[in-house]
């Protein structure tokens, strides 16, 4: 069974950068799309980006494209996500999560991460 684990966040000055790692195991990831979600407190979960099959590409993060790129390598079973230029808003825990197309919503998607925490301030 599929079991995601995510990597990577922490603390980051504003207009810092980092890059997030999903690693996959049980499974393989090369027939699922891999989206990113984030979470900040109080608020709902939105998604950050998508990758699908196809090596296809989804932003939907408001004011997020360029400054989220999500990536994929299949044959070592991981996702990124490379955040450039963050913002005290972009605070959240970042989670991954495979499904079978690339969808902003959360009920698309059938396996989740537990979560990396991204903490943006100065």
């Known amino acids: 069974q599929l079991q995601l684990v995510e990597s990577g966040g922490g603390l980051v000055q504003p207009g810092g950068s980092l890059r997030l790692s999903c690693v996959a195991s049980g499974s393989s990831i090369h027939y699922y799309a891999m989206g990113w979600f984030r979470q900040a407190p109080g608020k709902e979960r939105e998604a950050v980006a998508c990758?699908?099959?196809?090596?296809?590409?989804?932003t939907y993060v408001h004011s997020g494209n360029g400054r989220f790129t999500v990536s994929r390598d299949n044959a070592k079973k991981t996702v990124y996500l490379q955040a450039v230029n963050l913002r005290p808003e972009d605070t959240a825990v970042y989670s991954c999560a495979a499904g079978n197309w690339c969808e902003p919503t959360s009920e698309s998607y059938s396996r989740w991460g537990q979560g990396t925490q991204v903490t943006v301030s100065s």
């Open positions: 990758i699908d099959v196809g090596m296809s590409t989804f």
